[in-house]
C-alpha cells in the first residue's frame, strides 16, 4: 500500500520561508500626545492551508484505500493526504499531465490518476470538486474551519489575533482573541489557544486531506477543537485576499 507520508514539503520559489498566501499588513495607530502605537497582526498561515490561487479543490478515490486532495496551479499541484502535503512541480509526459517531487509522482489523465512514490503505487479516481473560498465568500477572514454533529465554525480575521466561533448550529457566538502556540510551516501544522483565561479553547490545523463527514466535499486542512470539556473535528481552508 502507498502511503503518503515522510515526505518533505517542497519551497516556494525565490527567497524567504513558506508562508501564508494571506499576508495582511496592519497599519500603524498614531496617537497625537504619544509614540505610535502598534496593534498585535494576524499571524502568517503555513502556504498548505492555501489552495494557491486555484479555482477548486479535487477529492481523489484510490486503491489501495486512501483519499487525496489536490489543486492545479499555475506553477505546481499540491496534493494532500491523510499524512502531509506537498508540492509538486510539472514534469514532461506524452500525455495527460505528470507531476513529481523526489521519488513521488502524480499522472493524471481526464478523471483517472496514477501516483506513485517508492512506497507503491496507488490508482485514482476522481470525484467531489469544491469551488474554493474567497474574501468575497468570507470577508475579512484568513481561515475558516467548520464541523458536523454538533454543528460548528471557526473564522480566523486576517487583521488581528482574533477568532470568531459559532457554536450549537449558530445558536452561540464567541469573538475571542488567540495566541499561538506552535507554529510549523514546512510541515503545516498550528495551535493556537485562548487570550482569555475565562474562555480557554484550543484549535489545532494540519495540512491534511479532510473530507466534511456530511457532503463529503475535499478541504486542504484538518482541524481539531477543543473548548468547554468537547473536542469538536472538522475540515478547513485558508482564504486567501
Known amino acids: 500500500m ?3 507520508t515522510g515526505c518533505v514539503v517542497a519551497p516556494m520559489d525565490g527567497p524567504g520561508p513558506t508562508v501564508s498566501e494571506s499576508a495582511s499588513v496592519t497599519m500603524p495607530q498614531v496617537d497625537s500626545n504619544g509614540p505610535q ?12 492551508f492555501f489552495a494557491g490561487g486555484a479555482d477548486s479543490f479535487q477529492a481523489w478515490r484510490c486503491t489501495p484505500a486512501q483519499d487525496l486532495v489536490s489543486v492545479f496551479t499555475e506553477d505546481e499541484l499540491r496534493l494532500w493526504s491523510a499524512h502531509g502535503a506537498y508540492r509538486l512541480q510539472p514534469a514532461v509526459v506524452a500525455s495527460g499531465a505528470r507531476f513529481q517531487q523526489g521519488d513521488l509522482s502524480f499522472w493524471s489523465k481526464g478523471d483517472e490518476a496514477m501516483v506513485e512514490s517508492a512506497n507503491g503505487r496507488l490508482a485514482c479516481q476522481r470525484d467531489a470538486t469544491r469551488k474554493t473560498l474567497s474574501r468575497q465568500d468570507r470577508p475579512g477572514v484568513m481561515f475558516h474551519a467548520r464541523g458536523n454533529e454538533p454543528g460548528w465554525v471557526a473564522n480566523l480575521a486576517h487583521d488581528a489575533p482574533e477568532l470568531t466561533l459559532l457554536m450549537d448550529y449558530g445558536s452561540r457566538e464567541l469573538t475571542l482573541p488567540y495566541r499561538v502556540t506552535e507554529m510549523d510551516n514546512a510541515l ?24 466534511d463527514d456530511m457532503s463529503g466535499e475535499p478541504f486542504p486542512a484538518r482541524a481539531t477543537l477543543a473548548i468547554g470539556g468537547q473536542v469538536l473535528r472538522g475540515c478547513g481552508q485558508g482564504i486567501a485576499p
Open 2 to 4: 502507498l502511503v503518503l
Open 37 to 48: 502605537v502598534t496593534p498585535p497582526a494576524a499571524p502568517l498561515m503555513p502556504s498548505l
Open 188 to 211: 503545516g501544522r498550528v495551535t493556537l489557544a485562548s487570550g482569555e483565561a475565562e474562555q480557554p479553547f484550543e484549535l489545532t490545523l494540519e495540512a491534511r486531506a479532510c473530507f
